[in-house]
């Protein structure tokens, strides 16, 4: 079956510290991999995807890379800012429609 | 962009009461919408397929007595919680996609949620 594991939190940093959240899945096909944010208060927002092995998705500074070897999806950012402190969550979808989430990781940046 | 609302964001009922929650897709039209809970401090949980006139489609454990679903037109579904319980508070989540040539072009919109409290 379908599944994702990423690291639990809470994490916590400074700014400007380099960030790295591990997920890893269990997939029975050729899924698309996503990072999802939700800043608190809001709803889940698409941050990254790829959609095939070693596409590397990224967005306002985030990147992670799809390993199929691994089958990991690391999120990675260079230098982290308050503004950064969210929840994100691993996804994976096979079919574009039914997704399954990690735990998630609650990121909070400390000026 | 595509935006999926909620309606409403918070609420809160008494224990024995049906509770109905909202999901439009704001600027696309969407076949398929689907309904997540959101417990504290762990993932979401898929609770059922909205399909549009048709009957949902429901993970195994979710009661679908209990949390009927109906996808009126192809921009609503709605979600109502019926004898709602303390243990069904909970953030509730729906989902849309807006379907693309293929499955790497289509992208799911989440909504923004709806806590309920249950009392």
């Known amino acids: 079956g379908n599944s994702v594991t990423q690291m639990e939190g809470p994490v916590t940093l400074s700014e400007e510290a380099f960030l790295t959240i591990n997920c890893t899945y269990t997939?029975?096909?050729?899924?698309?991999l996503f990072w999802y944010v939700q800043y608190p208060g809001e709803g889940l927002q698409l941050l990254l995807k790829?959609?095939?092995?070693?596409d590397k998705g990224s967005n306002k500074g985030f990147e992670a890379t799809y390993r199929k070897e691994t089958t990991s999806f690391h999120l990675e950012k260079g230098s982290v800012q308050v503004s950064d402190s969210a929840v994100y969550f691993c996804?994976?979808?096979?079919?574009?429609?039914?997704?399954?989430f990690g735990t998630g990781t609650s990121l909070t940046v400390i000026p | 962009g595509a935006v999926v609302s909620q309606h409403p964001s918070r609420v809160i009922c008494k224990s024995g009461t049906s509770v109905k929650i909202e999901c439009r897709s704001l600027?696309?039209?969407?076949?398929?919408m689907f309904w997540y809970r959101q417990f504290p401090k762990k993932s979401l949980m898929l609770m059922a397929t909205?399909?549009?006139?048709?009957?949902?489609?429901?993970e195994q454990g979710v009661e679908k007595d209990k949390f009927l679903i109906n996808h009126a037109s192809l921009t609503l579904s709605t979600l109502t919680v019926t004898s709602a319980h303390p243990e069904d508070s909970s953030f509730y989540i729906c989902?849309?996609?807006?379907?693309?040539?293929?499955?790497?072009?289509?992208?799911?919109?989440f909504g923004p949620g709806t806590r309920l409290t249950v009392l």
């Open positions: 989902s849309a996609n807006r379907g693309g040539p293929d499955i790497y072009t289509d992208t799911q919109y």
């Open positions: 997939a029975t096909g050729y899924p698309s």
């Open positions: 790829a959609t095939k092995a070693d």
């Open positions: 996804a994976l979808s096979d079919t574009g429609n039914q997704f399954y």
């Open positions: 600027d696309f039209q969407a076949t398929t």
């Open positions: 909205s399909n549009e006139g048709s009957k949902a489609t429901y």
